[in-house]
Every structure is written in structure tokens, then in C-alpha cells.
């Protein structure tokens, strides 16, 4: 039987190491259990969605939700649902498209899957991160993964040839879903939904080198190509905030829907995408006036979890239910809805 182990105490100090464990099931497993809920993150919620570098793969998650749904984008079809996860937090892919991540906060794990296969990978399948593994970052080699912490508010650089940590920075406040690398890699900016702040990282020394406060109740983040500027949702004041990253200090805010999660760059850098899970909207945001030029309605509970297509002409948004919403950017309309199986199990 397909499980996994629950990760140890030890995942929380430095001396990370390669969890022997199984990994999720596929779809053929249905039958299998899911391990218990742990409660510690319950109340915080979030979903994910991942866009394969060839756009043929679509991968998406809800925290609520213990299955991953893998979805083929030209034919709409379900490709598989995994299985044995409890509280999925974030997807992202490799560089080259062959495998991707899967963080699960409850079982304090990292598993990566074959995107052909959806199996695991013969090696460094499970990763170790410790219960609270939230958002992940990957480095543009895909050698390095970072994962937020939330429940050791701890950042975790693990090299993904071996799955071992190669450091575990300390001094954050509850880092949760938010946390992007700088265009160039040199830095790493991760949200801290204590204090609502962000803190930068160098990630040649790992280590806290500023923060940016003025956030209110902060979610999604976002950093232009230039790398000089960051967008952040503001859920508890209904707007999102404009960052100078050099002056660290929040310029001015835009005013969206209720209950903003979202603050997707478009490829071109030229619009901020906005999912206003109260409101069932996005508003779009043209980045050279910061002026909501188009809100998009027919969402259910839209959060961060929304993609563009290298063109930029296609945006991908996730619903609650994890359906996927196509949107036509040239017509800011949604065009196409890829219906999602029924959850596994209701917690």
C-alpha cells in the first residue's frame, strides 16, 4: 500500500534528509487511505496551479482538497488524480518539463512525480521539509528548491539531485504560500503573514539581508522582469500594494475586488492579474497607469493560482472546485471551463 511515513521531529533541524517513504498514489489506487489531517494549518487555505513548459499539462491542487489533478489541456480530459496527500499546498514543474513538486504542509514533505507517468521518480521522489512545508520556489537550473515553513517559520534550500538540505534559514514569521525568486536568482523574496511583511533573502550566503513591511493580511506576490518592482495582494485591505524593491517600502496601493489572493505579472510585465476569491472576480491591472482597466466575473472562489501561456494571450485561473477557467486576454473573457472530477473525500 502506497503511504507515507509522517515526518519526524528531525525534519525541522538542519540535518534534513531523504525521507524513505512512498509517495501518492495514482488514480488506479482509489481504494487507498488517506492519512490523517493535521490541524495545526487547517484554517489556512490556498490552491495551485502548474503550467507544463509545453503547455500540454496542467497540474492543480486545493488545500480543503486531499487530490492533485493532473488535466490534459488540449482535450480537457482528467489525466490522473493523486492520491495520499492531506493538505496540498504548492505545484511547480522542472525546467525541462519531466517531473514536477508537489508540497504537502501536514506531512511536512516534497514529493516529485514523473509528468509522463505521473509516478514517482526513482530517486529524490520524497523530499523533506518538515510539517508546515508551504510554498515552493525553484531556481531557473531546477538544482534548487526552496521551501517555506510555516509552522518553524524557516526557509529550506534542498538540492533536488540528492533531496538533502543545503541550509535552513531562520527568522521568519509564519511563511506560507508567497515566496519568488528575482529574475536573476539573486534574491529571494518570501512573505510572512505575521507582521505582514516580506523578507529578502541573498541566495549566495542564505541569508536575511532586509524586509519590506506595510502589507495587510499579504498573499500572492509577484517581481517584474527588471526585478525592480513587487506586487502584493492585500486580502485584508482589498488592494494591491506597489513596491519599490530598492527603496523597500510600499509606493501605493490599487484598489481590486474583495478579498484579494492573486498578483499574476503577465509575460510582457505589462498587467497584474488579481483572483478576488469574495467577489468571485479578477480585476486586471495595467501596470503603467495602476488602474483597474477590466474585471472578469464567473469565477468560483478565484485565489493565487493563476497562469498565462508564454504568449501571454491565454490566462488560466483555478476555481474552489478545482475546475480550471480559460481566459481569452484579448476579450478579457472567460472562454472555456475544464470541469474537474468530484473531491475524494470531505474533511
Same mark, same amino acid.
Given at each position: 500500500?502506497?503511504?507515507?511515513?509522517?515526518?519526524?521531529?528531525? %525534519?525541522?533541524?538542519?540535518?534534513?534528509?531523504?525521507?524513505?517513504?512512498?509517495?501518492?498514489?495514482?488514480?488506479?489506487?482509489?481504494?487507498?487511505?488517506?492519512? =490523517?489531517?493535521?490541524?495545526?494549518?487547517?484554517?489556512?487555505?490556498?490552491?495551485?496551479?502548474?503550467?507544463?513548459?509545453?503547455?500540454?499539462?496542467?497540474? +492543480?491542487?486545493?488545500?480543503?482538497?486531499?487530490?492533485?489533478?493532473?488535466?490534459?489541456? %488540449?482535450?480537457?480530459?482528467?489525466?490522473?488524480?493523486?492520491?495520499?496527500?492531506?493538505?496540498?499546498?504548492?505545484?511547480?514543474?522542472?525546467?525541462?518539463?519531466?517531473?514536477?513538486?508537489?508540497?504537502?504542509?501536514?506531512?511536512?514533505?516534497?514529493?516529485?512525480?514523473?509528468?509522463?507517468?505521473?509516478?514517482?521518480?526513482?530517486?529524490?521522489?520524497?523530499?523533506?521539509?518538515?510539517?508546515?512545508?508551504?510554498?515552493?520556489?525553484?531556481?531557473?537550473?531546477?538544482?534548487?528548491?526552496?521551501?517555506?515553513?510555516?509552522?518553524?517559520?524557516?526557509?529550506?534550500?534542498?538540492?533536488? =539531485?540528492?533531496?538533502?538540505?543545503?541550509?535552513?534559514?531562520?527568522?521568519?514569521?509564519?511563511?506560507?504560500?508567497?515566496?519568488?525568486?528575482?529574475?536573476?536568482?539573486?534574491?529571494?523574496?518570501?512573505?510572512?503573514?505575521?507582521?505582514?511583511?516580506?523578507?529578502?533573502?541573498?541566495?549566495?550566503?542564505?541569508?536575511?539581508?532586509?524586509?519590506?513591511?506595510?502589507?495587510?493580511?499579504?498573499? =500572492?506576490?509577484?517581481?517584474?522582469?527588471?526585478?525592480?518592482?513587487?506586487?502584493?495582494?492585500?486580502?485584508?485591505?482589498?488592494?494591491?500594494?506597489?513596491?519599490?524593491? %530598492?527603496?523597500?517600502? +510600499?509606493?501605493?496601493?490599487?484598489?481590486?475586488?474583495?478579498?484579494?489572493?492573486?498578483?499574476?505579472?503577465?509575460?510582457?510585465?505589462?498587467?497584474?492579474?488579481?483572483?478576488?476569491?469574495?467577489?468571485?472576480? +479578477?480585476?486586471?491591472?495595467?501596470?503603467?497607469?495602476?488602474?483597474?482597466?477590466?474585471?472578469?466575473?464567473?469565477?468560483?472562489?478565484?485565489?493565487?493560482?493563476?497562469?498565462?501561456?508564454?504568449?501571454?494571450?491565454?490566462?488560466? +485561473?483555478?476555481?474552489?472546485?478545482?475546475?480550471?477557467?480559460?481566459?481569452?486576454?484579448?476579450?478579457?473573457?472567460?472562454?472555456?471551463?475544464?470541469?474537474?472530477?468530484?473531491?475524494?473525500?470531505?474533511?
Amino acid at each position: 500500500m502506497n503511504t507515507f511515513f509522517r515526518t519526524t521531529a528531525l %525534519a525541522l533541524c538542519s540535518t534534513f534528509v531523504l525521507v524513505a517513504a512512498s509517495v501518492p498514489a495514482n488514480a488506479a489506487n482509489a481504494a487507498e487511505a488517506t492519512p =490523517a489531517r493535521v490541524t495545526f494549518d487547517g484554517q489556512i487555505r490556498n490552491n495551485s496551479l502548474a503550467l507544463s513548459p509545453d503547455e500540454a499539462t496542467a497540474v +492543480v491542487s486545493y488545500s480543503e482538497r486531499p487530490d492533485v489533478i493532473v488535466y490534459d489541456l %488540449a482535450t480537457g480530459a482528467v489525466r490522473g488524480v493523486l492520491r495520499g496527500y492531506v493538505t496540498p499546498r504548492n505545484i511547480v514543474f522542472a525546467p525541462d518539463g519531466k517531473s514536477f513538486y508537489v508540497s504537502d504542509s501536514s506531512l511536512g514533505t516534497v514529493t516529485r512525480l514523473d509528468t509522463t507517468t505521473l509516478k514517482p521518480l526513482a530517486t529524490a521522489s520524497t523530499l523533506a521539509a518538515g510539517p508546515g512545508a508551504f510554498g515552493t520556489a525553484l531556481s531557473k537550473d531546477g538544482s534548487a528548491l526552496y521551501v517555506n515553513n510555516q509552522a518553524s517559520s524557516t526557509v529550506t534550500r534542498l538540492d533536488t =539531485a540528492s533531496g538533502q538540505a543545503k541550509a535552513v534559514i531562520t527568522g521568519f514569521a509564519q511563511p506560507r504560500q508567497g515566496v519568488r525568486l528575482s529574475p536573476d536568482g539573486a534574491k529571494l523574496y518570501v512573505t510572512n503573514f505575521l507582521g505582514d511583511k516580506v523578507t529578502i533573502v541573498d541566495t549566495q550566503t542564505d541569508k536575511i539581508e532586509g524586509e519590506i513591511t506595510g502589507f495587510n493580511k499579504i498573499r =500572492a506576490i509577484s517581481v517584474t522582469a527588471d526585478g525592480k518592482t513587487l506586487f502584493a495582494a492585500n486580502s485584508g485591505s482589498n488592494d494591491i500594494a506597489v513596491v519599490d524593491i %530598492a527603496a523597500r517600502r +510600499v509606493t501605493g496601493t490599487v484598489p481590486v475586488g474583495r478579498d484579494p489572493y492573486g498578483a499574476a505579472l503577465t509575460p510582457d510585465g505589462r498587467f497584474v492579474y488579481s483572483g478576488n476569491l469574495a467577489d468571485n472576480t +479578477v480585476s486586471v491591472i495595467d501596470v503603467a497607469t495602476l488602474k483597474v482597466v477590466a474585471t472578469i466575473a464567473g469565477f468560483k472562489q478565484p485565489r493565487q493560482a493563476i497562469v498565462f501561456t508564454r504568449d501571454g494571450k491565454t490566462a488560466y +485561473v483555478l476555481n474552489e472546485d478545482l475546475s480550471i477557467s480559460k481566459v481569452e486576454r484579448a476579450g478579457q473573457r472567460i472562454v472555456a471551463t475544464v470541469a474537474a472530477p468530484q473531491a475524494v473525500a470531505a474533511y
